[in-house]
Each structure stands twice: as C-alpha cells, then as structure tokens.
Nanobody, 132 residues
C-alpha cells in the first residue's frame, strides 16, 4: 500500500522560510517524478514545482521562481520543498504527488505538470499560512 505523508507546514510571517517534507512508502521512489501542488480556499489547485526521478531537472511555477527550491533524497524516499521569502499569497494547502514518469528535461516536466491526472499518488496535504 502506497502512503504519501507531508509535513512541515505551519503559520509563518511574510519573509520567513519554511521547509516541507514528503515521505513516500510502498513504491519504488526513483521510478517516480515528484511534485508539489497547492490549493488555496476558493481557488483551483495549482502546480508549484516538480522534480525528475533522478533529481536532475526541476520546474517551478513563475510565482515561486527564485524563492522555492525542490529537492529529493531517493535513498530516504523523501521529497522536500524549501520555501524562502514566503508571501501571503503562498497561503494554501500543499500536496505532494507522485507520477510514474521517467522522462527528463524541462519539456518533459512541463508536460507532466500540465496533466495532474498523471500523478497517481497524493498525500493528504499540509497547511501553510503566511501572515502579512
């Protein structure tokens, strides 16, 4: 049974930093591209960042470029999202997701992020709230 568990969310002030973690069990972690999505109240779910199975390529939505960094530790089946200089508009529930996707390169990650149904396994989410 696959389990995807996020942690690290919380209440922070604008300009602070936060590190989200996601631990996955029950699958071969490095067979999967991994991503973070987020959903704010009243808004559609948004892809935030994605990283290839080997960790060699990443993708970010424009609004977080230069502030967020995605990484993974395949030996520990763990995905991370380092969030720096957070803004109130980053307030959302953040979800970790896994896609059985071993293509690499910018275009490949952009393709899979435009197709959220490719992500077969999702966590329950962790809440990030940024006060102004």
């Amino acid at each position: 049974q696959v389990q995807v568990v996020e942690s690290g969310g919380g209440l922070v002030e604008a300009g602070d930093s936060l590190r989200l973690s996601c631990t996955v069990t029950g699958l071969i972690f490095d067979d999967f591209a991994m991503a973070w999505f987020r959903q704010a109240p009243g808004k559609e779910r948004e892809g935030v960042s994605c990283i290839s199975w080997a960790g060699t390529t990443d993708w970010y939505v424009d609004s977080v470029k230069g502030r967020f960094t995605i990484s993974r530790d395949n030996a520990k089946n763990t995905l991370f999202l380092q969030m720096n200089n957070v803004k109130p508009e980053d307030t959302a529930t953040y979800y970790c997701a896994a896609a059985p996707w071993k293509e690499d390169g910018d275009n490949a990650l952009r393709w899979v992020m435009n197709r959220p149904h490719q992500f077969k396994y999702w966590g329950q989410g962790t809440q990030v709230t940024v006060s102004s």
